[in-house]
């Protein structure tokens, strides 16, 4: 028999056991439990909750061999228990309840409404202007090209000032080609627009056109100048 030192997993007094026996019995709160685990306890007490309950009463062979061991618990080991933190919560100030009056209620609606209504009355003859814009400038363009056979849904003006456009061709054109599409459109454009014809800033330089086929594309956009629009402007797509 090897007498050693241990902790009761219960409520955490100090108490002997026989580390030959599988079990050991704590004579402060009654517990039978694993002799390995009280070791355990003993060395590793953070391991351990010593819930500190109560047991039911024990009279078997453990009793008389701890009472015949049993010292008296230290002070700083007397019966207890570990409290598990609660996790933390954070308080929640509920707001108090707006009571917004009926009459004022009716004025916020009626507000709301008249802003759409303003909107829609800004917004609806811009979005309506661009559309027939497009389709004027569409239409323009596809009789500048009436050798190239193409419809008009080869045709995709997009934005606000009609200043970007992809064209779809069944072939890819040269350079050349490229930069003589792009001049038309510039023209179209700027008479639908009705620009400044002399200000290559306001016919050219805001426009991009991109340029799409099944062999591969290209791109003019924005030219700084008119010696640009074939140049630095003009970019091969993949």
Do not use: W
């Not at 061999?65 to 996790?87: D, G, Y």
């Not at 909107?119 to 090209?145: M, N, Y």
């Not at 190239?148 to 080609?177: A, G, M």
């Not at 099944?214 to 797509?237: F, K, M, V």
């Amino acid at each position: 028999m090897a007498i050693k030192d241990a902790c009761c997993v219960n409520c955490g007094s100090l108490v002997q056991v026989d580390n030959k026996n599988d079990k050991s019995h704590c004579m402060f709160c009654n517990c039978v439990f694993d002799t390995s685990e009280g070791m355990r306890a003993l060395e590793h007490p953070e391991d351990f909750d010593f819930p500190n309950e109560e047991q039911p009463e024990y009279e078997g062979p453990l009793v008389q061999q701890s009472r015949a061991r049993t010292v008296a618990p230290l002070p700083a080991q007397v019966p207890q228990s570990r409290k598990k933190e609660k996790p933390f919560e954070p308080k929640i100030k509920e707001l108090p309840a707006l009571k917004i009056p009926s009459r004022m209620k009716m004025i916020i609606i009626v507000a709301v409404v008249v802003v759409l209504g303003i909107l829609a009355a800004i917004l609806f003859p811009t979005i309506a202007t661009r559309s027939d814009r497009h389709e004027k400038i569409s239409a323009g363009f596809l009789q500048e090209l009436a050798d190239e056979n193409l419809d008009s849904e080869s045709i995709n003006v997009q934005n606000l000032n009609s200043d970007y456009v992809i064209l779809i061709l069944d072939e890819k054109p040269t350079e050349e080609e490229a930069v003589i599409l792009f001049n038309q459109y510039c023209e179209v454009r700027a008479e639908v627009m009705e620009l400044d014809r002399s200000s290559f800033e306001d016919t050219h330089t805001a426009v991009t056109m991109r340029i799409a086929s099944t062999e591969g594309g290209i791109e003019i956009s924005e030219p700084e100048s008119e010696s640009a629009i074939g140049d630095e402007a003009l970019r091969i797509l993949p």
